[in-house]
């Protein structure tokens, strides 16, 4: 007898908003294409779950940006799904922007090659010196809030729920797609120029210590998550987010065989998740 395919839940927002030349929608439509080849697939809103998470073996999360919109009942959702002991890609206990920005603060705290991070302006002192900051809030996505403000500016605004950092002339923007503790691929993006910009990037020796190093911190058992960095005008890397929650895959940008091993990189490892006790 031939044996059932897995049954995978991706969860996405068919109601999000594109944005800019991002089809949100579209790459979760060409992921579930892909999917359904090595497994039987449902596409619904997180808020649309429960009449289906019991009856699947794995619960894959997608685009369902922006959460903020329904932060509640994400949260309802969340412990939900660990009560029920659901296994979900990528895990609950991602310590990353799955948690918002506070991860900044606490790797800043801990001394890792990151973009200095405080949350209140008392803390000031610990950056370095600049002439303006970037502010940016914790639990919101794609620059949204974030602002640029002069030190007389920062001390007048009210930054409750916000992280604060130096302002960084970086060089440009390279960004490190991670599948289960491997580097897969990765691109770079000129300064001021939108995400979906990419251009193929070759990481070095060092690049590769950069991220084992975050990776090792988040110590996730499987799953994806992609390392945001900025090299620096002196040539280092530092760390801008650590995205494990639902980071865009740019799947439509990719080249026929970055996006082809991508794809198979991730079918293997879901199957390797589902199949994990």
């Given at each position: 007898m031939k044996k059932s395919k897995p049954t995978i839940l991706l969860l996405t927002n068919f109601n999000h908003k594109i944005e800019g030349d991002i089809d949100l929608q579209e790459e979760d439509i060409l992921l579930a294409d892909q999917l359904r080849k090595r497994f039987r697939v449902i596409m619904c809103h997180p808020k649309d779950s429960e009449v289906v998470e019991d009856k699947v073996d794995i619960v894959l999360i997608r685009n369902i940006w922006p959460v903020f919109q329904y932060e509640k009942?994400?949260?309802k959702i969340k412990k939900r799904f660990l009560?029920?002991?659901?296994?979900?890609?990528?895990?609950?206990?991602?310590k990353g922007d799955m948690l918002g920005k506070n991860h900044m603060i606490e790797l800043f705290n801990s001394g890792y090659p990151v973009i200095p991070t405080i949350d209140n302006k008392k803390d000031t002192g610990k950056l370095p010196r600049t002439e303006s900051y970037f502010v940016k809030p914790k639990n919101k996505c794609d620059a949204i809030g974030a602002e640029r403000l002069s030190a007389f500016r920062l001390n007048k605004k009210?930054?409750?729920g916000y992280v604060i950092q130096p302002y960084i002339n970086f060089k440009y923007k390279v960004s490190f797609y991670v599948i289960d503790g491997k580097i897969i691929?990765?691109?770079?993006?000129?300064?001021?120029?939108?995400?979906?910009?990419?251009?193929?990037?070759n990481p070095t020796k060092t690049d590769k210590i950069f991220v084992k190093k975050f990776v090792?911190?988040?110590s996730l058992p499987y799953g994806l998550q992609r390392i945001d960095a900025c090299r620096t005008q002196d040539g280092k890397l530092l760390l801008m987010e650590l995205e494990d929650f639902n980071p865009y895959l740019q799947l439509l940008e990719w080249d026929k065989s970055t996006r082809t091993k991508m794809l198979?990189?991730?079918?293997?490892?879901?199957n390797n998740a589902i199949s994990c006790q």
């Open positions: 009942d994400w949260e009560r029920k002991k659901l296994k979900v890609y990528p895990p609950l206990e991602a009210s930054l409750n691929c990765s691109f770079s993006t000129p300064k001021k120029v939108s995400h979906y910009k990419i251009k193929r990037y090792k911190w988040n198979n990189t991730m079918v293997k490892s879901i």
